[in-house]
């Protein structure tokens, strides 16, 4: 496939391509772990493991497609510097590559990259790295970059759309066999713009092509399924940015070409998924993940593995804010349809609250939630109430006792946007 990258001629992505790329790794990554799951292989009968890229130096697989392109660079495009975007893992992959390379960069990113990751590339870029805060997405934080490149004559250093870049994300899969022994029968790629999807593609389809390869995308971030559908790269309408590092408005040109002639099989998670499999990762596995990190993972919730059959998900980062577990939580929650947001207008009468615990809430159901405003209507007065139940299969339960009480309810749908407030 001959494809042109940034910053590169007209050139051959091939699987020599990803094994060079590994040469030039060597002694830079790590050769992170991959462990066999057993909470995944037991919940989908298939043998799942999973690939640790969170423990990579920058804790996440970003670090090789980032030294793969700089360690490229001729004399006077290190002089000249380098700039990148990102959503953060990106970033922290450019800064340690220039800190060991002694190359000065600057890196763009959104408003909505945690704080626990502007640290961390400021920490890895050990004085080479300057940090710059642009736009809300990575998009808009993109446009930025690309004018830095203009004014400044700095080298783009590509997350994903650089045959560079997915050249080196590529070499997580060729890591994989030789850790596995053999090639596994799935393997479940986290995508955002689709670097690395693109690179292990790319390898596995001359080396191991019996190898199905599975992208996992957020709901609210499915720029690559969008892009298969139309045949082109297109701008999703809407973006929801929780999945920070995969949410990418519009997938790479070169990223695209891939996934066209490779046709992987794509699955979009919800959020919500995402935000229970990351629980069960840190409760029961003891892994840190970030959204994307859980993504592939996650996947298994939507894609059915065939019983028996070898399946490899790559834990792609870990850097997440400690600050962002009650939105998880919140939103774990509400996925499982164990939490429910209600408006309950009470009777003024004393023992109104009293007969609601009594004889609407089940005995296993817990207020998680309960904001009350006494209005001029002397009546009744509304209250916002949270519930949580014991098990999820008791909502319609609830429901039936809310109705055939004396209460008017309205229940808060959670596709409402007042639900905004609330997760």
């Not at 002694?27 to 462990?35: A, K, M």
């Not at 340690?96 to 704080?115: D, E, M, S, Y």
Request: net charge neutral.
């Amino acid at each position: 496939m001959s494809v042109t990258a940034q910053g590169s001629s007209t050139t051959s992505l091939t699987a020599q391509s990803v094994e060079e790329a590994a040469e030039r790794l060597a002694g830079v990554v790590i050769e992170t772990p991959l462990q066999f799951n057993k909470r995944l292989s037991d919940a989908t009968g298939a043998q799942v493991w999973l690939k640790r890229e969170d423990l990579q130096p920058v804790r996440s697989y970003k670090l090789r497609g980032a030294y793969n392109l700089i360690s490229q660079l001729d004399a006077a495009e290190r002089a000249a510097g380098v700039v990148c975007a990102s959503a953060g893992n990106h970033g922290q992959g450019v800064a340690f590559a220039c800190a060991r390379l002694g190359i000065q960069a600057k890196i763009v990113v959104p408003t909505t990259t945690p704080r626990q990751k502007r640290q961390r590339m400021r920490q890895l870029g050990e004085g080479w790295t300057e940090l710059i805060v642009h736009g809300e997405t990575y998009d808009e934080a993109a446009a930025r970059a690309d004018e830095i490149v203009a004014t400044e004559g700095r080298t783009m250093v590509p997350a994903f759309d650089d045959i560079r870049t997915i050249a080196g994300q590529g070499t997580v899969a060729a890591e994989i066999v030789r850790q596995l022994g053999r090639a596994p029968e799935t393997l479940i790629v986290p995508v955002g713009g689709g670097g690395m999807i693109g690179g292990c593609m790319t390898w596995l389809a001359e080396r191991h092509p019996g190898t199905k390869v599975v992208g996992a995308e957020p709901s609210g971030a499915a720029s690559m399924a969008v892009a298969l559908e139309a045949g082109r790269p297109r701008d999703l309408v809407k973006l929801d940015t929780f999945v920070d590092g995969a949410a990418v408005r519009r997938v790479g040109e070169l990223t695209f070409d891939i996934a066209r002639r490779l046709k992987p099989h794509m699955f979009s998670v919800p959020e919500g998924r995402i935000c229970s499999e990351m629980l069960e990762l840190y409760q029961v596995d003891g892994i840190i993940a970030e959204p994307a990190g859980a993504l592939a993972s996650a996947a298994l919730g939507v894609y059915k593995p065939t019983p028996g059959r070898v399946v490899v998900a790559i834990v792609s980062g870990g850097n997440n804010d400690l600050s962002r577990y009650a939105e998880i939580a919140e939103r774990a929650l509400v996925y499982e349809g164990r939490k429910h947001y209600f408006l309950v207008n009470f009777p003024q009468e004393p023992g109104a609250l009293r007969r609601f615990l009594d004889e609407v809430l089940g005995p296993d159901d817990d207020i998680t939630l309960f904001e009350y405003v006494k209005r001029s209507n002397r009546e009744t007065g509304p209250a916002l109430v949270g519930v949580e139940l014991g098990d999820p299969a008791d909502l319609q339960s609830l429901l039936d006792r809310m109705r055939s009480s004396r209460l008017i309810v309205d229940r808060i749908a959670p596709d409402s946007p007042f639900y905004r407030f609330l997760v």
